[in-house]
């Protein structure tokens, strides 16, 4: 039950910002008419009512892809004995 509650509260929350956004646009064409009810003793008769009518407008998010150039930085790779000998160089100019 708290699964359902939590996951009807997300998307009230979700309908609320794509509202706030602009992202949804909901915008009422017509408006709506109660059916007309009428009670008589040969019973009750009831005349068509309208639903309202809207129109929704959707943001649109584009995906596509393009080439570029990017630079990668180049590594420099020291084998074992220049490393050893590099830092026995460096210890003894400290010294």
Do not use: C, W, Y
């Not at 129109?55 to 590594?75: F, R």
């Amino acid at each position: 039950m708290r699964a359902i509650l939590f996951i009807l509260i997300i998307a009230v929350i979700a309908i609320i910002v794509a509202l706030a956004t602009g992202f949804l646009d909901v915008n009422q064409i017509r408006g709506a008419k109660a059916p007309q009810i009428s009670a008589t003793r040969n019973g009750v008769s009831a005349k068509e009512g309208q639903a309202p009518s809207f129109d929704v407008e959707t943001g649109s998010v584009s995906v596509g892809t393009k080439n570029t150039i990017v630079k990668v930085p180049a590594l420099i790779i020291h084998k074992a004995d220049e490393n050893q000998a590099q830092a026995q160089a460096n210890a003894g100019n400290a010294m």
